[in-house]
């Protein structure tokens, strides 16, 4: 009923820049909390940064300064600006967002992942 759907994803040298973006798409009435996470091989998923609705933000402290988090609440998007990115930045990464959706409670939902591939 709500899809999300990431793009942006590639690889890229180190010191280099992408831009990720998430769609939600369906019958969603509202969106609380957007967010990104990402999960190199081998390890857990982590937060990498998230925003409300209102545009209060949060991110992982290993990338502050470099990765910047935004959002549309019009066309239900967020962004990922990555900056100045690192070979440990390489992962798989996820949007996330809670979503209150015709007929459902507020609930988390997970886009398909978009792979970032930084080499040094």
């Known amino acids: 009923q709500v899809q999300l759907v990431e793009s942006g994803g590639g690889m890229v040298q180190a010191g280099g820049s992408l831009r990720l973006s998430c769609t939600a798409s369906g019958r969603i009435l509202n969106i609380r909390t957007m967010g990104w996470y990402r999960q190199a091989p081998g390890k857990q998923r982590e937060l990498v940064a998230t925003i409300t609705s209102a545009g209060t933000t949060n991110c992982a402290d290993s990338v502050k300064g470099r990765f910047t988090i935004s959002r549309d609440n019009g066309k239900n998007t967020v962004y990922l600006q990555m900056n100045s990115l690192k070979p440990d930045d390489t992962a798989d990464y996820y949007c996330?967002?809670?979503?209150?959706?015709?007929?459902?409670?507020?609930?988390?939902?997970w886009g398909r992942g978009t792979q970032v591939t930084v080499s040094s």
């Open positions: 996330n967002a809670d979503v209150l959706a015709v007929a459902n409670p507020f609930r988390d939902y």
